[in-house]
């Protein structure tokens, strides 16, 4: 039982390839499947923590997978839409959301070099529950681009200022996230 909640976390970062390959092959039955293994990844973000808590089960495993899982599964995706899609997730955004990941990481490991330990703050829960949203909206208006019935709504909002102003949202809750962890109060022993 012990193993389950790491097991899910670990279930998130092997998806992740998955979503890539799905969403370069640009079908409707590719990205359909990118979008339901994106949404089972996005879902077990939530299920480790909740069976984790629920079972009392806290591991140290635990504690540096769930993280990196999260960066692999919203970092990843957003790569490849940066790839296939730079007018509406363009490179200067990821590298933002990116470096953002990247300094808090540093800042965490240097608060568990000195004996404490970085707390994780609500906003940035938040933050990862808005990413995931945003990537699991990208995708759902994907396939529905390529239903004909759908397909005109869908690429308006694929190609217009909807997503690409979501966009910059994202990136201004997300860089403020990141601000937030040095403040003093969130270094606790």
Same mark, same amino acid.
Request: proline share 4%.
């Given at each position: 039982?012990?193993?389950?909640?790491?097991?899910?976390?670990?279930?998130?970062?092997?998806?992740?390839? @998955?979503?890539? $390959?799905?969403? /370069?092959?640009?079908? =409707?039955?590719? #990205?359909?499947?990118?979008?339901?293994?994106?949404?089972?990844?996005?879902?077990?973000?939530?299920?480790?923590?909740?069976?984790?808590?629920?079972?009392?089960?806290?591991?140290?495993?635990?504690?540096?997978?769930?993280?990196?899982?999260?960066?692999?599964?919203?970092?990843?995706? /957003?790569?490849? @839409?940066?790839?296939?899609?730079?007018?509406?997730?363009?490179?200067?955004?990821?590298? *933002? *959301?990116?470096?953002?990941?990247?300094?808090?990481?540093? @800042?965490?490991?240097?608060? !568990?070099?000195? &004996?404490?330990?970085?707390?994780?703050?609500?906003?940035?829960?938040?933050?990862?529950?808005?990413?995931? *949203?945003?990537?699991?909206?990208?995708?759902?208006?994907?396939? %529905?681009? #390529? *239903?004909?019935?759908?397909?005109? @709504?869908?690429? !308006?909002? %694929? &190609? &217009?200022?909807? =997503?690409?102003?979501? =966009?910059?949202?994202? $990136?201004?809750?997300?860089?403020?996230? &990141?601000?937030?962890? /040095?403040?003093?109060?969130?270094? $606790?022993?």
């Amino acid at each position: 039982m012990r193993f389950i909640p790491n097991a899910i976390t670990i279930f998130r970062i092997v998806v992740t390839p @998955l979503v890539i $390959v799905f969403l /370069f092959r640009e079908t =409707m039955w590719s #990205h359909s499947l990118a979008f339901a293994l994106f949404i089972l990844g996005a879902l077990s973000d939530f299920a480790d923590g909740y069976i984790a808590r629920a079972l009392e089960m806290n591991s140290r495993l635990g504690r540096l997978l769930d993280p990196i899982a999260d960066k692999v599964l919203v970092l990843g995706t /957003f790569v490849a @839409l940066a790839l296939l899609y730079p007018q509406q997730v363009p490179w200067w955004a990821v590298g *933002i *959301i990116a470096l953002r990941d990247v300094l808090v990481t540093v @800042l965490r490991m240097v608060a !568990e070099s000195s &004996g404490r330990a970085l707390r994780t703050i609500r906003t940035a829960k938040a933050k990862t529950a808005l990413q995931l *949203i945003f990537l699991g909206l990208f995708l759902l208006l994907l396939v %529905l681009s #390529h *239903i004909s019935s759908t397909a005109p @709504l869908a690429s !308006e909002l %694929l &190609g &217009g200022w909807f =997503m690409y102003g979501l =966009m910059i949202l994202l $990136v201004a809750v997300t860089s403020l996230t &990141g601000l937030l962890y /040095f403040q003093p109060r969130n270094w $606790v022993k």
